[in-house]
C-alpha cells in the first residue's frame, strides 16, 4: 500500500515542480548528464534531482527511483523501455602519454598499458576489427566501470577504449586524443527504462523528452560544419593513425 501510495503521489504531482530520482550509467552520469544538468535547471527550475550512480537492473523496479538511464541489451522485461542511443568505440588516451610514447601503428599499442572497464571483451572485439589479435599485451588494468577506464586515462595511466558519446567532450577539450579513426559497434546500448506506472507520471516524461532532445542537439552539433568540432564516428574497414591530435 506504501508504494501504490508512492506512485500515486508521484502521477498526481504537478509537472514541473517536485522531486526525481534517476539511475545512470556511472560513465553517462559523470561524462554526459552532469556537464548538461544547468541545461535541465534552466528548464525546470523546481524540480530537484536525485543522481544515482549505478547500472544495476534491481533499480529498475525499486519504488524509491523514478527513471533509468542504463547500458543493457534492452531485455528487461514488464517495463517501458525505449532506445536512447548506440556507441561507438575505439582507443583513447592522455595527450602527454602519446607525446612521450607515441602511437604510430597498432602494433605500437603493445608498449601501453591496456585499461579496461570489462572483462576484456571490448579490447578484443577492437582488435579484431584491427586484425591485431596477435598483439602481445603485457600490462593491463581493469577498472570498476568504463568511467573509471575513461578517468585513467585521463590521468595519464594507459590506453582506454572511448565511447562516442561520454568521450567527445574530453576529446573536444584536448583532455584525451584518439590515436585511430577506426571504431567498432558497442555490445549494448544505452536505454531510458522505467516501471510501466511511472512512464505516464508528468515529471518523469518531461525528464525523458528532456533527454532525448538534449541526444539531438548533440548530433545536430556533431553534423554541423563547424571548426573543431568532433565527427561522428564509423566502422572503418581499414585501419589509419592519426597521431597524436585530437579529432577535428
Avoid at 142 to 154: F, K, S
Wanted: with cysteine.
Amino acid at each position: 500500500f506504501e508504494g501504490i501510495a508512492a506512485a500515486t503521489q508521484r502521477m498526481t504531482r504537478p509537472a514541473s515542480a517536485g522531486t526525481l530520482s534517476v539511475s545512470c550509467v556511472p560513465a553517462l552520469l559523470l561524462l554526459w548528464m552532469t556537464p548538461r544538468l544547468g541545461s535541465f535547471t534552466a528548464q525546470y527550475p523546481d524540480i530537484q534531482l536525485t543522481l544515482i550512480p549505478s547500472n544495476d537492473p534491481k533499480d529498475i523496479r525499486a519504488g524509491d527511483i523514478d527513471v533509468c538511464v542504463h547500458y543493457g541489451d534492452g531485455g528487461w522485461s514488464d517495463c517501458w523501455i525505449r532506445k536512447w542511443s548506440g556507441l561507438e568505440l575505439f582507443p583513447v588516451v592522455s595527450p602527454t602519454v602519446i607525446n612521450n610514447r607515441p602511437i604510430r601503428s597498432v602494433r605500437d599499442l603493445a608498449d601501453h598499458v591496456f585499461l579496461h572497464g570489462d572483462d576484456g571483451r571490448e579490447w578484443h572485439t577492437w582488435l579484431a576489427a584491427a586484425d591485431a589479435l596477435d598483439l602481445e599485451r603485457g600490462r593491463r588494468h581493469r577498472l570498476g566501470d568504463a568511467r573509471m577506464a575513461t578517468e585513467a586515462a585521463v590521468h595519464g595511466h594507459g590506453v582506454a577504449l572511448g565511447d562516442s558519446v561520454t568521450a567527445r567532450a574530453l576529446l573536444a577539450r584536448g583532455m584525451l586524443v584518439a590515436p585511430f579513426t577506426l571504431s567498432v559497434p558497442a555490445v549494448d546500448d544505452f536505454y531510458v527504462v522505467c516501471r510501466n506506472e511511472m512512464r505516464s507520471a508528468p515529471i518523469v516524461q518531461l525528464f525523458i523528452d528532456w533527454l532525448f532532445a538534449e541526444k539531438e542537439q548533440d548530433e545536430a552539433r556533431a553534423d554541423a560544419p563547424v571548426a573543431g568540432r568532433v565527427p561522428s564516428r564509423r566502422k572503418r574497414p581499414a585501419l589509419k593513425v592519426i597521431g597524436a591530435r585530437a579529432l577535428s
